[in-house]
């Protein structure tokens, strides 16, 4: 039965539980409310359950281990709560799971780590928190995607998650979780998106495995306390002092580092404020001369005009009258160019007397 991305609406009816023979029930992207009944999981023949996309609530029922033939269980994208029922553990051919978008509560029950046929695994975005168990080590037939990002899961994440050597997409960004990465996971070959973003990891990203051919910035590495390594973007990894011989030359060695940038930092302070105080004489000169040029400039306005500066200005460009300044002469006297010490030239007539 598939009925996804319609209308459907309302709930589900137990009598979903008397269809026997039922391997397939697919209403995806409807509207479905109400609780999951338990009778769904007595079909001994289902294999295919997909709700997800719609709105269902309450808890998942525990008779969800009653379904030993599911391989495909999506229940993503309700408003699901209460704790992951550690009947999971009974679904031995599970190859797809998927909780994700929901607000589920509580730890991963350990039990899920009897899901030894799952091939992709999403318990992201809900409300989960504890450590992540070991258990889901345990998942070696894991491969295409484990994703526990979006919860509250908190301490360090399990060195057993190594042990994934098929997995290809592993997300346990947006927890708490602390401490360093495991080295377990640099040796995981198949693994070609990792993101660990916004945790409080710590410690050294070393240039092996996943990161050998990659560059960390291609990896949600960032948001992390403490992370260093040799990659852009990161800063470096401090060297104990206790890794040298222990002499007063170690010391130096870490002392004169502080002291050079100290007296680098000063003096490019010293810098600034000799370019600081240059760029301010220069900008007051240039404002007396504009001001000085503005004065030139109107000589002859009325605001600034003084007959006798500009009769010796003119005296003064001219030489006097002299005829090499001559440009023209006309029947009421000669026409002399005077160029001013400001660049203005006029034209000067000297009348003939009568």
Not at 169 to 191: C, K, Q, T, V
Not at 215 to 234: K, P, T, V
Not at 240 to 258: A, M, T
């Amino acid at each position: 039965m598939d009925f996804i991305y319609n209308k459907v609406e309302g709930g589900l009816s137990p009598k979903w539980g008397s269809c026997k023979k039922l391997q397939l029930l697919k209403m995806a992207g409807n509207s479905i409310k109400g609780n999951i009944p338990s009778e769904i999981f007595h079909l001994e023949q289902l294999q295919n359950l997909d709700l997800s996309s719609n709105l269902s609530t309450g808890t998942i029922p525990s008779q969800i281990g009653y379904s030993s033939n599911m391989y495909n269980l999506n229940l993503g994208g309700n408003r699901l709560s209460g704790k992951i029922p550690i009947e999971i553990g009974n679904l031995f051919n599970l190859q797809y799971l998927d909780f994700s978008m929901n607000t589920l509560l509580g730890e991963i029950p350990i039990q899920i780590g009897n899901c030894s046929n799952l091939l992709d695994l999403n318990l992201s975005n809900n409300h989960l928190n504890g450590t992540i168990p070991f258990q889901i080590g345990n998942l070696g037939s894991l491969q295409e995607s484990l994703d526990l990002s979006y919860n509250s899961f908190s301490g360090e994440i399990p060195t057993n998650i190594g042990k994934l050597s098929k997995l290809i997409s592993l997300n346990i960004s947006n927890n708490n979780l602390s401490g360093s990465i495991p080295d377990e996971i640099f040796g995981m070959l198949s693994l070609s998106n990792l993101n660990l973003c916004y945790n409080h990891l710590e410690g050294n990203i070393p240039k092996d495995g996943i990161f050998e051919f990659n560059s960390c910035n291609s990896y949600d590495l960032s948001i992390n306390q403490g992370r260093c390594g040799n990659f852009q973007g990161f800063k470096p990894c401090n060297v104990s002092l206790s890794e040298h011989n222990g002499n007063g030359n170690d010391k130096k060695k870490v002392v004169i580092p502080i002291g050079a940038s100290l007296v680098g930092a000063l003096l490019l302070s010293l810098v600034f404020v000799d370019i600081f105080f240059l760029c301010y004489k220069k900008k007051a000169r240039m404002s007396r001369l504009k001001e000085s040029s503005f004065k030139i400039t109107n000589s002859f306005s009325v605001r600034y005009f003084n007959g006798k500066v500009v009769y010796n200005d003119i005296i003064e460009a001219t030489n006097n009258f002299d005829n090499k300044y001559c440009i023209g002469e006309g029947a009421f006297g000669n026409v002399y160019k005077a160029e001013l010490r400001g660049g203005q030239i006029f034209a000067m007539k000297i009348l003939k007397s009568g």
